[in-house]
């Protein structure tokens, strides 16, 4: 396709599709700003899309942003300015209308971010600084409503803050810019502050934006905000709502089964840190329809017989599941490897294996997990704490390492491993792993081995046999004595010399913490 269309002199169109493919990678689309003017027009869009999900040390974006202000908005800024001397536009004319570029927005990002920046700009500002970030963010919003034809998402994070009301407010008031909004998303996190005036005014903006959207993809559910669920019942929903997500709910204070029946169209159920008991098993023992539970991450086992029905209704749609072994140290461990062999049995589908703190005596049950579901297994880690020499973990990664190599199968994208790494057990996992191709391998020798006594066996075993694409290594239980792959330069340039590249193992690591996973499902 990509030859055809160079031969047909479709080349913009090719470079968009180059461009597109590199959407995630800003230091990249950033470089390709420089080649000409073609690609220069081509990647400022793809770069102004999610600007406010960029993690940028000084947010200059919004500095540019104003810039494309219409003459009745800068009249605005120019009259609070008079007064308070707190914003200073670029003295440069822009060589796009940037405004136009977004199509992704979040508001509690948006909040976030249009905070910062002032209270950044003007530090000693504190008696009307309330009054002067709710001018910039009504600035931005009217520029964005203005300029953008066709959102493709928004977003709507509610948690205790004076801000989202007012945001609301100026959005639901332009009726014909959220009809275009192609997506929206309702996130549910927290709300804690008492003010029950604001609490009740975004309550009915939410129920307004439900109503008058009617094209409610996604939402999310904290128990802090278990009132809100009560807003679904009001609206319209049935027909568009593909995805739910559920955050340290207790089943006891919503009706999940009622929600479920009314939806027509619902995709996938996230449940991270719920409590499953009987409640749960009243909601789902009678649906209908199937509970098409794609995400269960859980820290505690309260009923094990609710969990066996909930994987009986559910196992088929299982993808992702994590389990925290040690979060409660009370839970029996007869019920932890009851818990893997109820896995094993009823959810061969699983794609995202994340498993923490594990203990001896559940080590070969895992073992049996991994062989029951590796057909589909993409993504898999396995973690010790940080108290490596808790007799509870002895031996555990010793007998991880000598064994886990033979159950992998060709399929796994990325294994990410945190244990107590000796270099014998270390040389033994890589002989059995060094004709599975592995695209991410990311290793914490947490209280064993550092790098440099582990480095020769990546060098012969990984790096010679071109096992892996990128590469992530840190060793150290501490600041103190932590050491990284990436931080040294030659060892870096000769992997590269075998186009393995080394990341950083933060940044490589499968599994993000449970708030940011929840945040990024879709």
């Known amino acids: 396709m990509s030859c055809s269309k160079l031969f047909l002199g479709d080349l913009p169109e090719l470079i968009y599709d180059i461009l597109t493919f590199l959407r995630n990678d800003i230091i990249t689309l950033h470089s390709c700003i420089l080649v000409n003017k073609l690609w220069c027009r081509l990647a400022i869009p793809l770069l102004w899309e999610d600007p406010f999900s960029t993690p940028f040390l000084d947010y200059i974006f919004i500095d540019i942003y104003f810039n494309n202000l219409d003459d009745d908005l800068r009249t605005k800024l120019d009259k609070y300015n008079r007064y308070k001397k707190k914003v200073n536009l670029l003295p440069s004319n822009p060589l796009f209308n940037y405004p136009s570029f977004i199509k992704y927005l979040k508001t509690s990002q948006f909040i976030y971010i249009t905070e910062y920046w002032f209270r950044n700009r003007n530090p000693k500002i504190l008696h009307s600084r309330l009054k002067g970030i709710k001018l910039i963010q009504m600035l931005l919003i009217e520029t964005f409503i203005r300029n953008v034809k066709n959102l493709h998402t928004l977003e709507i994070v509610v948690f205790s803050n004076p801000y989202l009301n007012n945001i609301l407010e100026i959005i639901l008031h332009n009726i014909d810019f959220f009809h275009n909004i192609k997506n929206l998303k309702l996130s549910f996190l927290a709300w804690k502050d008492g003010t029950v005036i604001i609490e009740t005014l975004c309550k009915n903006r939410i129920l307004q934006a439900i109503n008058t959207h009617r094209n409610l993809k996604k939402i999310i559910f904290n128990q802090e905000c278990s009132s809100y669920f009560k807003l679904l019942f009001l609206s319209n929903y049935s027909n568009t709502l593909n995805i739910i997500v559920l955050l340290n709910v207790n089943f006891d204070s919503i009706n999940l089964s009622k929600l479920i029946e009314q939806a027509n169209v619902l995709e996938s159920i996230h449940m991270i840190n719920c409590s499953i008991n009987t409640s749960l098993d009243k909601q789902i023992a009678n649906l209908s329809k199937p509970f098409k539970l794609k995400s269960l991450y859980m820290e505690d086992i309260l009923n094990i017989n609710s969990l066996q029905l909930l994987f009986q209704k559910s196992g088929d749609y299982l993808e992702n599941f994590g389990y925290n072994f040690s979060y409660f140290c009370y839970d029996d461990l007869s019920l932890k ?45 396995i973690g010790l704490p940080a108290k490596v020499n808790d007799i509870r973990f002895d031996g555990c990664s010793s007998i991880i390492l000598q064994n886990l190599g033979k159950s992998l199968s060709s399929k796994l994208e990325h294994l990410d491993l945190c244990l107590n790494i000796k270099v014998r057990d270390f040389e033994e996992f890589l002989k059995s792993i060094q004709n599975t191709f592995i695209k991410k391998l990311s290793i914490y020798s947490r209280g064993g081995d550092n790098i440099l006594v582990l480095l020769p066996y990546l060098r012969h075993y990984i790096m010679k046999k071109k096992c892996v694409k990128y590469l992530a290594v840190i060793s150290g239980e501490s600041s103190y004595n932590r050491m990284d792959l990436l931080y040294l330069k030659d060892e870096v340039e000769e992997f590269e010399l075998y186009n393995i590249e080394v990341q950083n193992y933060c940044s490589n690591k499968m599994v993000e913490a449970r708030g940011n996973f929840v945040l990024k499902i879709d």
């Open 337 to 381: 490897q009851q818990l893997l062999e109820l896995v094993a049995k009823y959810c061969k589908n699983i794609k995202l294996l994340d498993l923490l703190e594990f203990q001896n005596g559940v080590t070969y049950p895992i073992f049996n997990l991994i062989e029951n579901i590796k057909q589909n297994l993409k993504y898999l880690n």
